[in-house]
């Protein structure tokens, strides 16, 4: 049965540590099935869905040189986007046993174990109903996957980015030291840049201020939150796009 969403197409991004348990790394299978769970739902109410995964939970290219000289931080990066293809290769099998159809596309070419990442055709299996797992970042160094995120929503004419995370959206702290921490239901791209907020790196808030892509940072681990993300439901913080109803930005921090 096919419910109502707002949204046409959807790119979704997962941090690598979305697929292991909180304080741990590597993958859990029970992780990585209870957000394919979700996904599923999400995409029975008609969305178009392109995913996009980090591999932090395996290896973070950028901090993996830090006091090693033995290995160029190009290098690094490069075993960081693969890190992202094996979470890609769990995800799909966890989609696919929930009786979904899936593409792994990378932007490194791999052709035993996925497609190579074309925009073209990844938008025609958008449109055939296909998850499409976008792993390997942008395929060069020095670029995290919140860019490739934000790439990738442009390429493929997403509707908007929604960044799945383990508290409820932004805050004006981090609300895990500091209990006072403020949550917004709305910012702007600018407010974002000023006050230095934990949304995504700069590279990726420049690129979606300038071609104006709304992004959605919300809670993953409440189970239901991305269908309801999908839904258009007012749940975590928007930046850029105000929905209806949400309260005025906040102010700046003096």
Known sequence: MIHSTPYRRVLLKLSGESFARQ??????MDEVVHIARQTVQAVARGVELAVVIGGGNILRGGSFTAGNTAIQEATA?????LATVINGLALQDALESLGAQTRLMTAIRMDGVAEPYIRRRARRHLEKGRIVILAAGTGSPFVTTDTAAAQRALELGAD?????????????DDPEKNPHAVLYNELSYQQVIQQNLRVMDGTAI?????????ILV??????????RAVAGERIGTIVGTPRPGDAASPPAAG
Not at 23 to 28: A, D, Q, V
């Open 77 to 81: 990066h490069y075993m960081g986007m």
């Open 218 to 227: 919300f809670n993953y681990r409440r189970e239901g939150n991305i269908e």
């Open 160 to 172: 908007i980015l929604m960044k799945a995370t383990r508290v409820d959206g932004v805050y004006s």
């Open 23 to 28: 304080g741990e790394r590597g993958i859990s």
């Open 206 to 214: 420049s690129q979606c201020l300038e071609h104006g892509m709304p």
